[in-house]
């Protein structure tokens, strides 16, 4: 695991869309991870600005989303297929039926989520997947004591997750309780992974992700044991380290 801190967002973006940026030069049909949240923004705006002054194509890419809240309306400005086309792939050239994400809605959710694990195996893999982390070391929505080899499922949100989250509904009692996320075992696939905190409330955390137990009550810690991480933090989420 390579840790590399830095001065703040902005130069977390930047770090983090040079190695993105690498990857689609090297190879335009790779497979990106996409994770929402408040982290990742900086980097989408940053590969949103290379997209528009430096020519970064995305023609080719395919996008997998982590995770999906369970009954919003196919539409709803926050479930996560909404917030990644508005953050980030249509403000590029990604051809938006190459973005996947998990389909919450569906009316059967086990098959729906057995059909996103298939998805992601027949594009190849994700190539870089991108990810945060919350306040109680979940990634995607792998809330602690998740199994370390689980796949894509539903799960239960915890009420931590959900008051956390709750800033981006009118009201705590708008945030789903349920969820669809690729599982623990389903990100460590990924080839590699790049994951972003900022902030003294993720202090925790980070330091459980870098330096605790593997442990299923800190889902991110699972991270040791992949071959290729980088952890883009700023001080003030080190500071426990
Ligand atoms: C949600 C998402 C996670 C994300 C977390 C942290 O729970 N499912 O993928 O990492 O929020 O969000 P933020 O970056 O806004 O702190």
Redesign the pocket.
Known sequence: MEVVILSGKEEAGAVAADAIEALFRAKPEAVLGL??????LPIYNELARRHDELGLSFTQAQGFA??EYVGLPVGHPES?REVLRREFTERVDIDPSRVHAPNGAAADLVAACAEYEEAIKLAGGVDLQI?????DG????NEPVSSLASRTRIKTLTEQ?RA??ARFFNSLDEVPHH?V?QGLGTIMEAKHILL????G??AAAVKALIEGPVAAFCPASVLQLHPHVTVLIDEESAVQL
Request: no cysteine.
């Open positions: 994770a929402t949240g408040s982290s990742p982590l995770d996560y990810l945060g982390i919350g306040t979940h990634i995607g929505f997750t956390d989250n969820v996320t972003i905190a900022n902030g409330q993720k």
